[in-house]
């Protein structure tokens, strides 16, 4: 039961993660200046992608996971450091 737990509050960990990112890692101004703009329609020319504004959310989505995964092998590896200096085995 215990490990069940473990497991689903690390699922939920990581979700909030993923959330928190999407709301808060912004690369933009709101809204884009014309020379941000001018570099999307060249990087989407370069990769060949006709709908611009999907591969500035893919690319964001992207960016937001990477920002969520580095953020929770942090916590992860800080909570085990943690535990290991408090004397307890169990991670």
């Not at 709301?23 to 060949?48: C, K, N, W």
């Not at 929770?72 to 535990?83: A, G, T």
């Amino acid at each position: 039961m215990a490990t069940l737990v473990r497991k689903l509050f690390k699922i939920a960990l990581f979700i909030g993660l993923f959330f928190l990112a999407v709301r808060y890692v912004h690369t933009y101004p709101l809204p884009m200046t014309e020379p941000q703009q001018h570099v999307l329609f060249v990087i989407s020319d370069a990769f060949g992608v006709e709908d611009v504004e999907m591969l500035y959310i893919l690319s964001m989505t992207a960016i937001d996971l990477m920002v969520a995964i580095i953020a929770y092998k942090v916590i992860l590896k800080l909570w085990r450091r943690y535990r290991m200096r408090r004397g307890s085995v169990r991670v």
